[in-house]
């Protein structure tokens, strides 16, 4: 199952969003227009403002402010991908170049801000100090975790928890917040509330445990992205971090060194410590475990087919291969 099957129920909501989101875009600088349309041309999953739509018709809302909540959290999460490839020095996204590579750091980062400071300007309209509250946390908590994950760059001593702390903050908040507001929007109560961020937040969880594992390909031959990016960029994720407890001493210390040198002629070394370990199968159960609790917060909501495709995006963070 792909995610354009799944978010069917609200296919004519997201066509709704799109519509916005390039309507919100508009602005007399042309390079802002320029290049937030190729961004946001690229397509992707769009998983967090469908995560939005779900959430608050799951919950019976019938209004259309969830359309301008889903945007500017598309806008927001936007913005960090654009500040994101400029730190990390990335060339290519989603299989093309990256907006630095085409318009420098400098245009990058600015539309990045450019996008920020539209979401808020869209979060005033919403005319919520929840909704105000709920999203300055989080961007911040974005922020922290993006700091965090720089300063822990070629660092081979990441523990686990340091490795889940960055994930909570750099991803997971989005997603939380995204279902909280959603949930807020629909008038459920403050139970149900709490519910929906922990659904966000888990399958947060879920989704970017897979994206660092896809990196080493799962175990087989399925790859999301570049890969060895996340070797070269000296990034302790869970399956490194798991199989580094588990090799012997002198392997150990020459996965640390690949870490520290971000050596990519390491890569094969990498991937068949990892298999070696079983930290690929662990990373997987870990993300399955997550999703596993995001759909126990369902329970609070009324059987739907909103409801169901939740349950079944939260089965595909944990499943997907790409």
Same mark, same amino acid.
């Given at each position: 199952?792909?995610?354009?099957?799944?978010?069917?129920?609200?296919?004519?909501?997201?066509?709704?969003?799109?519509?916005?989101?390039?309507?919100?875009?508009? !602005?007399?600088?042309?390079?802002?227009?320029?290049?937030?349309?190729?961004?946001?041309?690229? +397509?992707?999953?769009?998983?967090?403002? $469908?995560?939005?739509?779900?959430?608050?018709?799951? %919950?019976?809302?019938?209004?259309?402010?969830?359309?301008?909540?889903?945007?500017?959290?598309?806008?927001?999460?936007?913005?960090?991908?654009?500040?994101?490839?400029?730190?990390?020095?990335?060339?290519?996204?989603?299989?093309?170049?990256?907006?630095?590579?085409?318009?420098?750091?400098?245009?990058?980062?600015?539309?990045?801000?450019?996008? @920020?400071?539209?979401?808020?300007?869209?979060?005033?309209?919403?005319?919520?100090?929840?909704?105000?509250?709920?999203?300055?946390? $989080?961007?911040?908590?974005?922020?922290?975790?993006?700091?965090?994950?720089?300063?822990?760059?070629?660092?081979?001593?990441?523990?686990?928890?340091?490795?889940?702390?960055?994930?909570?903050?750099?991803?997971?908040?989005?997603?939380?917040? +995204? =279902?909280?507001?959603?949930?807020?929007?629909?008038?459920?109560?403050?139970? =149900?509330?709490?519910?929906?961020?922990? @659904?966000?937040?888990?399958?947060?969880?879920?989704?970017?445990?897979?994206?660092?594992?896809?990196?080493?390909?799962?175990?087989?031959?399925?790859?999301?992205?570049?890969?060895?990016?996340?070797?070269?960029?000296?990034? !302790?994720?869970?399956?490194?971090?798991?199989?580094?407890?588990?090799?012997?001493?002198?392997?150990?210390?020459?996965?640390?060194?690949?870490?520290?040198?971000?050596?990519?002629?390491?890569?094969?070394?990498?991937?068949?410590?990892?298999?070696?370990?079983?930290?690929?199968?662990?990373? %997987?159960?870990?993300?399955?475990?997550?999703?596993?609790?995001?759909?126990? %917060?369902?329970?609070?909501?009324?059987?739907?087919?909103?409801?169901?495709?939740?349950?079944?995006?939260?089965?595909?963070?944990?499943?997907?291969?790409?």
């Amino acid at each position: 199952m792909n995610v354009q099957s799944i978010l069917k129920p609200v296919a004519d909501d997201m066509r709704a969003v799109d519509t916005l989101i390039r309507t919100r875009l508009d !602005s007399d600088v042309v390079l802002i227009r320029t290049l937030g349309e190729y961004i946001i041309g690229a +397509g992707g999953k769009r998983l967090r403002p $469908a995560l939005v739509l779900l959430v608050a018709r799951a %919950c019976g809302y019938e209004g259309d402010r969830h359309f301008l909540l889903a945007t500017l959290i598309e806008f927001i999460h936007t913005a960090t991908l654009l500040h994101d490839d400029v730190v990390d020095e990335s060339d290519l996204r989603r299989g093309r170049k990256t907006a630095n590579q085409l318009w420098g750091n400098g245009a990058s980062v600015l539309t990045g801000d450019f996008l @920020y400071t539209r979401a808020f300007q869209m979060m005033v309209e919403l005319e919520d100090p929840v909704v105000m509250q709920v999203l300055a946390q $989080a961007t911040n908590r974005i922020a922290e975790g993006e700091v965090m994950q720089l300063m822990h760059s070629h660092n081979p001593d990441l523990t686990e928890a340091d490795y889940f702390d960055v994930i909570d903050r750099k991803t997971a908040s989005l997603f939380a917040a +995204g =279902c909280r507001l959603a949930a807020v929007l629909a008038g459920s109560d403050s139970a =149900c509330v709490a519910a929906m961020e922990s @659904y966000g937040r888990n399958l947060g969880t879920a989704f970017q445990i897979i994206d660092d594992a896809l990196d080493y390909g799962r175990g087989d031959s399925h790859y999301g992205k570049n890969s060895g990016d996340d070797l070269a960029e000296g990034k !302790s994720t869970l399956p490194l971090i798991h199989a580094m407890q588990k090799l012997p001493r002198a392997e150990a210390a020459q996965m640390r060194a690949a870490i520290r040198e971000g050596d990519v002629a390491q890569l094969d070394f990498v991937m068949q410590a990892i298999e070696s370990t079983g930290a690929m199968t662990y990373t %997987c159960a870990r993300a399955e475990a997550a999703a596993s609790a995001a759909i126990q %917060c369902l329970d609070w909501l009324q059987p739907s087919p909103n409801r169901d495709a939740l349950i079944a995006l939260a089965e595909f963070s944990a499943a997907r291969r790409h």
